[in-house]
């Protein structure tokens, strides 16, 4: 266990060190345990009663609480990823079946995320309990900000690399939910094209776009697997968007985003390439009772990403490994630098 995690259960109250490994059943318990796990691992107090009460409808154990917890975008963005080794090596290969075909994938996912940008578009980008609809107004300033971070991020790995950011004008961003990033990358861009499955959240995207008086940014529908194929452009920026299509799509934007890209653009985009038990079959996903309502992660190997880049003339810059799909073991994530020969 790392020093980070130590500390914090050596101050932890006696009744929750008495619990800390068993099963808890008393709800009771529950709720200090849920109570404490804000305060542990998000530096602060919940937001309220009724969050403590679903959380403890759903998490039975300590180790559920703590992977909850470590697993929250709250968590990682205030926090280090810890060092851990996620995959020893000795990992079997992924069974994975991909299709040409799109058109009903595409309507399922979109149709998943149509509701979600109806129901809760800012939690639906970032899963923080402070970014609900209920609180979203208080926390808003935050939510923006931390798309401020990521695009520093993407800048530092460029000149970490020796590419000079002010060398390219335009830019897309392949699923910009309600902008969050889209805003810190109009201010470093000249022009930004904004794409993204849901009208919902490209409404709200348009909203706060306009209320921070950028005119630099042209928003755009996806309504098919059709208009996946993009206009020529310098960079391409897509994180924590990928994950939440199932594989044969992951490889068939990927294809897109790097075709799309000038003589010497680059592509910055994450996505995870192995979990531990993942298959995917078209068959099951595509019948009704497997093809779930709510919000997907799905898998790409990064065998398939390496092939791509190559049969589309681009050379793969940089491979980082990254906590956005979760930090469980035999989960991994990279974010990937790619650049046009």
Known sequence: MTLALLIPIIFMPKKLLSIWKK????????????????????????????????????????????????????????NQPLCHLPMSGNEPPLSIE?????????????????????????????TCE????????????????????????????????????????????????????????ANKFSKVTAYDISSSHLRIAREYISQS???????????SPEDIRLPKTDVVYSVIVLQHNPPPIIQFIIRAMLRALNSGGVAFFQVP??????????????????????MEMHVLPQKEIFRIADEEDCRIIEVLEDGWAG?????????????KR
């Open 23 to 78: 099963n808890i059943v008393d709800e009771d318990e529950l709720n200090a345990a849920v109570t404490w796990a804000y305060r542990l691992f998000l530096d602060r107090e919940p937001e309220n009663n009724y969050v403590v009460e679903e959380k403890r409808k759903k998490l039975l154990t300590t180790r559920e609480i703590r992977t909850e917890f470590l697993s929250s975008e709250e968590y990682k963005s205030k």
């Open 213 to 223: 008086n950028l005119k630099n940014v042209e928003f755009v529908l996806l309504s």
């Open 130 to 185: 402070r970014f609900k609809s209920e609180d979203i107004t208080s926390n808003q300033d935050d939510f923006y900000s931390s798309g401020k971070e990521n695009v520093e991020t993407f800048f530092a790995t460029l000149l970490r690399n020796g590419i000079k950011p002010a060398d390219y004008e335009t830019c897309i961003e392949y699923g910009c939910g309600v902008g969050r990033i889209t805003a810190a990358l």
């Open 98 to 126: 991909f299709t040409s075909d799109l058109r009903e994938i595409f309507a399922h996912i979109k149709t998943v995320w149509e509701k979600l940008g109806k129901t809760e578009p800012y939690w639906s980008v970032l």
């Open 327 to 339: 930090i469980a073991h035999g989960e991994r994530s990279n974010t990937f630098l790619i650049q």
């Open 273 to 294: 390439t192995y979990r531990l038990g993942y298959r995917f079959s078209l068959r099951e996903y595509l019948s009704s009772d497997i093809k779930r309502e709510d």
